[in-house]
């Protein structure tokens, strides 16, 4: 009875030993908007968000959550223009000058028909204070831009298309200055996902399995035989 009872704590002791922790489910964020109706076209046109009105959605990646591991864009949508059209999503990262931006990412041109809100799947990673920006693709069908928003809401337009790398800003940038302009938005909403931090295992100590040893109920002597004199 002692034997398998010692069994049965060496077997709990192992099964608390190979125990982790359950693994975190993923933290999403939402940010940027989506334009509430088709606007007007606009061919091969770069729009950056550049500040958020205090009363707008923020298109600007937030700091990572606790626990949590890097951002990257999952998904992102958009309201399709007054036709058919298409766009790429473009990350901007500030560069540390007054109002300057790199490129950082040009996801791939994507298909957006027209008048309705399409999402498409994408992995770009990103960085917290990232912003958004976009790139409409080479026809006249897709918005990239839309008006009729607080004033505090600003973009920037560069002028050109530029590449990964290259940089635009107010005073100082491969493209300088940008056009800007308040009252509007850039026509693109992106999910965030943080994947967990990989789960640490729980550290516990084995339950060693104990020999009990019966206790003899009584000691046996040795009897030496005796010689007959």
């Not at 010692?6 to 982790?20: E, F, R």
């Not at 790429?88 to 950082?104: A, H, K, M, V, Y």
């Not at 530029?162 to 005073?171: A, E, F, R, S």
Request: with cysteine; net charge positive; hydrophobic share 35%.
């Amino acid at each position: 009875m002692r034997t398998r009872f010692a069994a049965g704590l060496g077997l709990i002791g192992l099964i608390a030993a190979l125990w982790v922790a359950p693994a975190a489910s993923a933290a999403t964020a939402t940010i940027g908007s989506v334009a509430p109706s088709s606007g007007t076209g606009c061919m091969s046109c770069v729009y950056m968000q550049w500040t958020g009105d205090v009363s707008s959605p923020s298109y600007v990646v937030p700091a990572v959550p606790a626990g949590g591991g890097a951002w990257s864009v999952t998904s992102w949508s958009a309201t399709g223009g007054p036709g058919d059209g298409s766009a790429s999503l473009e990350i901007w990262r500030p560069t540390g000058n007054q109002d300057e931006f790199r490129l950082i990412a040009i996801g791939p041109e994507q298909p957006f028909p027209n008048g309705v809100v399409t999402s498409h799947p994408v992995s770009i990673p990103v960085l917290p204070s990232d912003h958004l920006g976009i790139l409409s693709g080479a026809d006249t069908d897709f918005s990239p831009l839309y008006l009729g928003t607080p004033p505090g809401d600003s973009w920037m337009y560069p002028h050109g298309n530029p590449g990964v790398g290259q940089t635009m800003g107010t005073t100082s940038g491969d493209f300088s200055p940008p056009s800007t302009g308040a009252d509007a938005r850039v026509n693109a909403q992106a999910t965030l996902t943080s994947a967990p931090a990989a789960a640490t295992p729980v550290q516990t100590k084995k339950c060693k399995k104990k020999k009990h040893k019966r206790a003899a109920e009584s000691k046996k002597k040795k009897c030496k035989k005796k010689r007959k004199s």
